[in-house]
């Protein structure tokens, strides 16, 4: 299995500062024959569901704000909110779709305002 | 307006069975592969289990297999998840959640039915 790894558990920012969360998958997502990195992010507010920000690694999903980008490549993929707004407080999670059995997510880093 | 939306969940006993639902709408659902994915009471997510478009082909995590079935019907527009033996590690949030079109991601996902194992 292919395992993500998440950095940090949690992270605390000021508004309209930048927030960066770490993942690190096991064995690289990158798919040599259409050079995609099979990495998505999603956002979890609490209550609700998950919600799809980001796939291919770093291609926003429609009407995903564009403060949030994604980059990285291989084993190494970070997210990025360029300038923290109240309703970004939420768990983030990455996932691999690399291998889809199993799917795997890291473990998640809650973002709270400092 | 697109959505999912599960059904099913209850308070079960160890060792009883459940059988939970995902209803689609707003898109065809015959279009998409679909998968189970559940989040114990503050933890992260866990996938369970996926059905291919044409429920040819499934696929379960270890911690679920011979013991849930996964199954589907595209003229209902619909998704189902029979779940057998229960364990109390089982208590969880279910969602269903959609394959996008362009890849594998997981680009819809339903509101969740809550289950609980306990005697």
């Known amino acids: 299995d292919i395992v993500m790894t998440q950095s940090p558990d949690s992270l605390a920012v000021s508004l309209g500062e930048r927030a960066t969360i770490n993942c690190k998958s096991s064995?690289?997502?990158?798919?040599?024959?259409?050079?995609?990195?099979?990495l998505a992010w999603y956002q979890q507010k609490p209550g609700l569901p998950p919600k799809l920000l980001i796939y291919?690694?770093?291609t926003r999903e429609s009407g995903v704000p564009d403060r949030f980008s994604g980059s990285g490549s291989g084993t190494d993929f970070t997210l990025t909110i360029s300038s923290l707004q109240a309703e970004d407080v939420a768990v983030y999670y990455c996932?691999?779709?690399?291998?889809?059995?199993?799917?795997?997510f890291g473990q998640g880093t809650k973002l709270e305002i400092k | 307006d697109v959505q999912l939306v599960e059904s099913g969940g209850a308070l079960v006993q160890p060792g009883g069975s459940l059988r939970l639902s995902c209803a689609a709408s707003g898109f065809t659902l015959s279009s998409h592969s679909m998968n189970w994915v559940r989040q114990a009471p503050g933890k992260g997510l866990e996938w369970i289990s996926f059905i291919s478009s044409s429920g040819s082909t499934t696929s379960y995590a270890g911690s679920v297999k011979g013991r849930f079935t996964i199954s589907r019907d595209n003229a209902k527009n619909s998704l189902d998840l029979q779940m057998n033996s229960l364990r109390a590690e089982d208590t969880a949030m279910y969602y269903c959640a959609r394959v996008g079109v362009i890849s594998w991601y997981f680009d819809l996902w339903g509101r969740g039915t809550l289950i609980t194992v306990s005697s």
């Open positions: 291919w690694a770093s």
């Open positions: 064995q690289s997502v990158l798919y040599s024959s259409n050079n995609k990195n099979f």
């Open positions: 996932q691999q779709y690399y291998s889809t059995s199993p799917y795997t």
